[in-house]
């Protein structure tokens, strides 16, 4: 029975600890501060802008210069900065104000000393630090664990892809060492499936998977235009102009029909067919119609987000929100400015405002608008 109680207090205790402060970035006469989700403004509007928070700080600028505050609108070290990004995985990139990037924890310490001209935040352990142009591998203490290279992408799912600057793409594993050379003419993330999609460096072009160790076990064969990635067990790929999806062994799963397909998101994808577009199941099996007017040309990455999924309708020039059963839940009246609009794991998804495109707020699932005071655009 004690045992019980002290898992009870320590499950208390953690999610006090972890649980995220319930503040919305909210615009109010083009100044951002933060509301509840009743709209009372906890922290008043006086920056800039502002971003969710995150590891319990948001970042937000002021005069073009960079700060993260905490719940109580306290600003970290009592200090602006040249830029910053928010906080992930514990540190946050900085640039100071002699044009130099390191790295501070959420008490303030600087355990990455401000040394690098360029710089990003962590993901899975590692984040991307160097020179002008160039670029390597560095840990949570600052040790460099990879070669120097041009450019090199994020770590996902235990890879990250570099390049020498020649349009020639391979993979470094976390110890920072190539599990392949630069063999390839364009490349995409690894998967959780253990996959990665690779284009050729021949004349065709043609696409194919590696595996982890760097071996080609899908032969290359599909004409993608876009680089495909593994989602759900699936990878939409193309075949004579027309798309299906293959299964991690490369055999089809469903067969080429449609004009475009994206992955696999909360088990559903959205496939085009005639400049219409609507969603299928993993069994092939369409469960919202393909009745929404658009194209390829005009948005080639709807999916599903936290239950909901952006349509971009091209003769209203639009976005709205429907759910998984095809109903519409956030009308269409945002604009499409080039960019898919998701919602986070926050549920609030940032928008242009529908009364002046130049300006974007954030809403939440149910379509409630954190913003005020936006002027209409200037007749010309």
Same mark, same amino acid.
């Given at each position: ?206 696409? %194919? *998977? #590696? !595996?982890?160790? $760097? =071996?080609? +076990? &899908? @032969?290359? /064969? ?55 577009? %609507? *969603? #299928? !199941?993993?069994? $092939? =099996?369409? +469960? &919202? @119609?393909? /009745? ?89």
């Amino acid at each position: 029975m004690r045992l019980f109680y002290l898992f009870i207090l320590l499950l208390i205790v953690s999610t006090k600890v972890f649980a995220q402060p319930n503040l919305i970035p909210y615009q109010k006469n083009l100044k951002w501060g933060f509301c509840n989700s009743k709209k009372q403004i906890i922290i008043p509007a006086e920056f800039d802008d502002a971003f969710p928070f995150t590891e319990g700080f948001a970042l937000v600028t002021k005069d073009k210069k960079y700060g993260l505050i905490d719940e109580d609108g306290k600003i970290l070290n009592e200090t602006w900065y040249d830029y910053a990004e928010s906080f992930s995985e514990g540190l946050a990139v900085i640039k100071n104000n002699k044009g130099f990037y390191g790295y501070i924890d959420r008490k303030g310490y600087n355990p990455i000393p401000f040394q690098f001209l360029n710089a990003s935040s962590f993901h899975e352990g590692f984040a991307q630090a160097g020179d002008e142009g160039s670029m390597f591998v560095i840990d949570y203490k600052g040790n460099k664990i990879s070669f120097i290279y041009n450019f090199i992408t994020s770590y996902c799912n235990g890879f990250a892809a570099y390049s020498s600057g020649k349009d020639e793409w391979g993979f470094l594993d976390r110890s920072g060492q190539p599990i392949t050379n630069e063999n390839y003419y364009e490349v995409g993330n690894f998967s959780k499936e253990g996959l990665a999609a690779v284009r050729s460096i021949d004349f065709d072009q043609k696409i %194919g *998977f #590696i !595996d982890t160790t $760097g =071996k080609l +076990v &899908i @032969p290359f /064969q599909f004409e993608n235009d876009r680089i495909p990635y593994f989602s759900e067990g699936m990878a939409p790929v193309s075949i004579n102009g027309l798309y299906g999806f293959i299964n991690t062994n490369g055999d089809w799963v469903i067969r080429p029909y449609y004009s475009y397909a994206v992955g696999f998101y909360e088990g559903l994808t959205c496939v085009f067919l005639n400049e219409k577009c %609507g *969603f #299928i !199941d993993k069994k $092939g =099996k369409v +469960v &919202i @119609p393909i /009745q929404y007017n658009s194209s390829v040309e005009s948005d080639f990455n709807f999916y599903f987000s936290n239950g909901l999924a952006g349509i971009y309708d091209p003769e209203k020039e639009k976005i709205g929100f429907i759910n998984k059963k095809g109903k519409t839940v956030i009308p269409f009246k945002y604009n499409y400015l080039g960019s898919y609009i998701r919602f986070g794991k926050d549920g609030l998804a940032k928008v242009p405002t529908p009364e002046n495109y130049l300006y974007s707020g954030f809403i939440n699932k149910k379509g409630k608008q954190y913003w005020e005071g936006i002027p209409a655009p200037k007749k010309k």
